[in-house]
């Protein structure tokens, strides 16, 4: 079955640091995005992309964050200068276009730890 | 973003079916119903999704009322991996595209040995 993969598992960083978490979605899906959990809180959504660009941002997704698409299969994001708030699981996802399927495939999650 | 409202937690028996409502009383036409799960630790997971008519897979059925204004996913045997947070949460089709999905709190399922 295919599967939305992650990379750092876990990643621990001094706070200002910039982190980048990497993301390989499905291979013929055109839309992806990133969602956080702060540990017992709720799924955020941050960011969706599609087209090589931003189609909507929330308010989480200040100037620090940044996605990009740099090759055909992966799917980056990345905070340049890391805060203490940052920490948490970062879900990257991705879905079809055109024909609705409705089912939004998640990967395992980046943990982040910001020291 | 139209809202939806679940019970906190359930608690539930190995093998017995569960029944996991959710109230969604100002959906919109547009609005489909989606369920999704998180199992401890995991990203989420998508369950099952519906417009108007019940519908079955292999995960689960979604039994959908007639005005829309709730529904009830339906968990004919609840296994020990069942045990997750459940998310009842409207999505928008866009035309052509996809919508975000807006996670609440969701309603925590214990299953019980």
């Known amino acids: 079955e295919p599967e939305v993969t992650q990379t750092p598992s876990h990643q621990v960083t001094q706070m200002g640091q910039e982190v980048i978490l990497r993301c390989v979605p499905i291979?013929?899906?055109?839309?992806f995005y990133w969602y956080r959990q702060i540990l017992g809180q709720k799924v955020e959504f941050l960011v969706s992309?599609?087209?090589?660009?931003?189609?909507?941002k929330s308010e989480i997704f200040d100037d620090q964050f940044s996605v990009e698409r740099p090759d055909g299969s992966n799917f980056t994001l990345k905070i340049r200068s890391t805060k203490l708030e940052d920490s948490a699981m970062y879900f990257c996802?991705?879905?079809?276009?055109?024909?609705?399927?409705?089912?939004?495939?998640f990967g395992e999650g980046s943990r982040l730890t910001v020291l | 973003d139209a809202k939806t409202t679940q019970p906190n937690s359930m608690e539930s028996n190995e093998e017995e079916p569960v029944h996991l409502p959710c109230n969604h009383s100002?959906?919109?036409?547009?609005?489909?119903i989606h369920w999704y799960r998180q199992l401890p630790s995991q990203g989420p997971e998508y369950v099952i999704h519906?417009?108007?008519s019940n519908v079955n897979n292999r995960m689960a059925s979604l039994a959908i009322a007639e005005d829309r204004k709730s529904s009830t996913l339906i968990l004919h045997r609840a296994t020990l991996r069942d045990a997750a947070v459940y998310y009842c949460?409207?999505?928008?089709?866009?035309?052509?595209?996809?919508?975000?999905?807006?996670f609440g709190k969701g309603m925590k399922l214990t299953v019980n040995p």
């Open positions: 519906g417009l108007t």
């Open positions: 949460i409207l999505r928008e089709k866009r035309q052509g595209g996809s919508e975000k999905l807006v």
């Open positions: 291979s013929n899906h055109l839309y």
């Open positions: 996802a991705s879905d079809t276009r055109g024909r609705y399927t409705g089912e939004l495939f």
């Open positions: 100002t959906i919109s036409g547009t609005d489909y």
């Open positions: 992309f599609y087209n090589n660009e931003i189609s909507e």
